[in-house]
């Protein structure tokens, strides 16, 4: 098998689907890896390093589509590459397709096998590829939300964790797994007064265990959302439901009873958003207002870190690379449930039911399809 790594196009995207390491172990297995020229430049994983791990490097994307066998990426594919992948072809990395119609429309049109990283699960019940940057994500949308809660950048005025005579900023966490787990870490940390909201109580338990009286928990129903909501600074949306689009929330007519000034990051967007409010924003142009409260809905927002987000992305998805690279597909998917619950589209349709669901579409089991059967089936 000969697999790709093209440059990544999306906007303010510096990660790259694969490292140096990566490719040395590959290739040291028998495997073959074609890297597009300049891929991991921006992180300083330079062309020579690339070509001492044994890749070969390819000018152009193009190349990199029109030759290989297996793509690995890490954001979902433009439009433009889309339409390069063909039938046979096999596509790995996180697609998010609950929120982009058109993506989903392109990846049926191809032909080529799909597999989200977002959407592969793990016999422990979690989701492995999703993890790392859900971990870096939580982190950053602390940092990114105390920056913006400076009275310069509209938020307001406060420091998340006071100072002695002040009362420190008050964080409102939606959602208690790994990106929310994560974001209570830093708040803490700074001396925030943190609130989480979840509706696990089991999951309510641990975090209460694990921060021994410095985290506030919440079962999560509308009415606790609306009644901690006034009360916060900064909100983080962290609510995640595996392939489908996030559920909102906080609805347009809910901040009209904020604090003016108040921040929300929402972590969720590229699964559509969690605030009602909520449309995908860039590193270039982060934030926006909508009744006098600062939304932060940066798409790719681990892609600030660039480097450290590369590195833990690359190191929980490589042996998933390798083991779709020295298996036979058909039998892969028929015996690995965990790596079939990550095929979103497969021979020009969706195999994924929340996937469907979101985009209104029917579905068919991937079994179904690989025995040449033809059961739609809608979420």
Known sequence: ???????????????????????????????RVL????????????DDLY??????????????????????????????????????QLLFTYLHLAADPQQ????????????????????????????????VAGRLSVQAGAHHMEIHQGGTGMLMGGVPGVAPAKVLVLGGGVV??????????????????????????????????????????????????????????????????APKLISREMLRDLKPGAVMVDVAIDQGGCFETSKPTTHADPTFVVDDVLHYCVANMP???????????????????????QSDLTDLLRTDSHIAAGVNVLRGELTHPAVADALQKPWQRPADLLSGQRHLRTA
């Open 180 to 245: 929310g787990s994560s974001a209570i870490r830093v708040a803490i940390g700074m001396g925030a007064d943190v609130t989480v909201l979840d509706r696990s109580v089991n999951r309510l338990g641990e975090l209460d265990e694990q921060y021994r009286g410095q985290l506030r928990t919440v079962y999560s129903t509308a009415e606790a959302v609306e009644e901690h909501a006034r009360e916060a600074d900064l909100i983080i949306g962290a609510v995640l439901i595996p392939g489908a689009s």
């Open 1 to 31: 098998m000969l697999i790709g790594v093209p440059r990544e196009i999306k906007a303010q995207e510096y990660r790259v689907g694969m490292t140096p390491a990566g490719v040395r172990e590959l290739v040291s297995s028998g495997t």
């Open 104 to 135: 989903g429309e392109l990846l049926m049109a191809s032909g080529a096998t799909c597999i989200a990283y977002e959407t592969i699960t793990s016999p422990q019940g979690g989701l492995p590829l999703l993890a790392p940057m859900s971990l």
């Open 35 to 46: 890297v597009e020229a300049g891929a991991g430049h921006a992180i300083g994983l330079s």
């Open 303 to 325: 892609g600030a870190v660039a480097k450290t987000s590369t590195m833990a992305l690359t190191n929980a998805t490589l042996p998933y690379v390798q083991k779709l690279a």
């Open 51 to 88: 070509r001492q791990a044994g890749a070969v490097l390819a000018e152009t994307a193009e190349q990199v589509f029109a030759e290989c066998d297996m793509i690995v990426k890490v954001k979902e594919p433009q439009p433009q590459e889309c339409r390069q992948l063909r039938p046979e």
